[in-house]
């Protein structure tokens, strides 16, 4: 099945211009910019490409490859020198199979049949850059359509990063990750890697609208967490958060579950009832899995978008709802569209902001404060993680996700005594023994026993005092010595805080 374009109305050019004014910093407009550029003409990836006005260099190349997070397949290079084109023509680029235009006969392409679009972005006769929207081979080439597409894309954006460049660094400066970090730890969200203070700050910049949010990741990533942070740092904070759980209902009720339904719509409705529109009125309503509604509903529920209103099943008269919608699939909707199975004009009703989810494995210097994290949310938060035990869940592939991480230690605390305070090889079942012990065997560990033992010991001390935010005196009466010996042994092996 073939893309066909969304159309560009006018509600789709007001959200989209609602959500770039919405930003503060040059990342997150940059950012929404290729996003939409490359979402809505069904492309690999889209690069941004600016310069200075006066010097005319080049300042600043952004790429984005999309869902699919596909390598770029040509080079920053090769991107500024396909700009160039456009900067000195001033014009916009259609080149299909780019390898072989004439335009660009210098350029090492490589073979690789390419379709590119570009479009000026320029203000007031001043050229500030251009964008450029990438097709591989498989896909088919653009069309005069798609250039007047882009062209509009680029028309509604250049104003608002050129604003943002005027106020960066006065008086609307983006939120620090040391800001965010303990704000978002308040509401579940644990983590320190690159990728997860880039889901922050991407949640940060939705949260200061209303703008529909679509949440992007696999499984047990944690997206409703995402969606209520997004709630309670939000203008709808004092409103209702309702989490729906699209693939939990019965395909025979899921009309009814959101819209409501009256009394005697069908057997068993012995009274009316609102559904979850009608609850989360004023407030944010999470479809989770949306994926999994039947076309049918998607029909009804692109009304509901359109119009701010509801029909409830059996009733005759339309109800008006005042809802922010975010919605989250673990499948990719974009194949679901080119397969028929999700509707087009409701994936671009969803798809105005969307937050890409990092998975646990991309993210994976963060389990050991999601370990701890889970370990004071539990009964017995005396209970410690071995570091040799910490260092092979930070291998160890997850398909579950955080979801599986939280299971497994959940599981090891079940299988931990009583009166122990740390977890040991002897507790844990057969299978994660075997696991853990061929793990070690792998590991090339060639240091001698007083280099492991000093590791060891190095790392027992750094999680002891930094369960007990580094109160050495805490610290010591946890690993039952004293505050002279634990200060001696920080000494000796060389631990300072932060």
């Known amino acids: 099945m073939s893309w066909i374009m969304p159309p560009l109305d006018h509600q789709h050019l007001f959200e989209f211009a609602e959500a770039l004014s919405a930003q503060n910093s040059f990342d997150e407009i ?8 490359a979402t809505l003409l069904v492309s690999d990836y889209a690069v941004i490409v600016l310069i200075n006005p006066q010097t005319r260099e080049t300042r600043k190349t952004v790429l984005f490859s999309g869902e699919t997070r596909r390598e770029q397949r040509l080079s920053q290079i090769r991107h500024s020198l396909i700009a160039g084109w456009i900067f000195q023509q001033r014009r916009p680029l259609l080149a299909n199979n780019i390898h072989k235009d004439p335009r660009f006969k210098e350029i090492d392409f490589d073979d690789q049949r390419m379709s590119v679009l570009g479009a000026p972005l320029q203000i007031a006769g001043t050229l500030l850059g251009a964008i450029l929207v990438v ?5 088919k080439g653009f069309d005069s359509a798609e250039m007047d597409y882009l062209k509009k894309i680029a028309t509604i954006s250049v104003p608002y990063f050129r604003n943002t460049e005027l106020y960066a660094g006065m008086f609307l400066p983006p939120a620090s990750t040391k800001t965010l970090i303990p704000k ?28 529909r949010v679509l949440l992007q990741g696999e499984s047990g990533t ?15 904070a004092e409103g209702p958060f309702v989490a729906v759980d699209c693939g939990a209902i019965p395909e025979n009720l899921v009309e009814a579950e959101l819209f409501g339904h009256e009394k005697g719509a069908f057997t068993g409705a012995v009274i009316a009832r609102k559904g979850w529109f009608e609850k989360a009125s004023g407030g944010t309503l999470f479809l989770d899995e949306i994926a999994n509604l039947s076309l049918a509903i998607q029909a009804k529920l692109m009304r509901v978008l359109q119009e701010g209103e509801i029909m409830p099943l059996g009733g005759g008269q339309l109800r008006k709802v005042d809802v922010r919608v975010i919605s989250a ?9 080119q397969e028929g199975r999700f509707r087009e004009d409701l994936f671009y009703r969803l798809h105005i902001y969307p937050i890409y989810i990092p998975s646990l494995n991309e993210r994976r210097k963060d389990i050991g404060l999601l370990v701890r994290h889970f370990l004071e949310q539990s009964s017995r938060p005396e209970v410690m993680f071995p570091p040799h035990i910490i260092d092979w869940l930070k291998q160890k592939d997850w398909p579950g996700n955080i979801r599986e991480l939280q299971n497994l230690v959940e599981r090891l605390l079940a299988l931990t005594p009583p009166e122990a305070n740390s ?10 023994k075997t696991a853990l012990n061929d793990w070690r065997a792998d590991d090339a560990a060639t240091a001698s026993f007083n280099e492991q033992l000093s590791t060891f010991s190095k790392q027992v001390i750094l999680e002891a005092l930094e369960r007990c935010e580094w109160n050495q005196s805490r610290a010591a009466r946890m690993l039952g010595m004293s505050e002279h010996n634990i200060r001696y042994h920080m000494r000796k092996l060389g631990i300072r805080r932060p």
């Open 30 to 37: 940059l950012s929404l910019i290729a996003n939409e550029s």
């Open 135 to 139: 097709r591989n081979a498989e896909r």
């Open 184 to 211: 978002y730890r308040a509401v579940g969200l644990i983590g320190k890697s690159k990728p997860f203070l880039e889901m922050l700050q991407a949640i940060e910049a939705a949260a200061r609208t209303d703008i």
């Open 222 to 236: 944690g997206k409703e967490l995402v969606a209520r942070a997004l709630h309670k740092f939000g203008r709808r």
């Open 329 to 337: 699939s673990s499948a990719a909707l974009q194949g679901m569209v």
């Open 423 to 432: 977890i040991s090889l002897t507790m844990l079942p057969p299978d994660l």
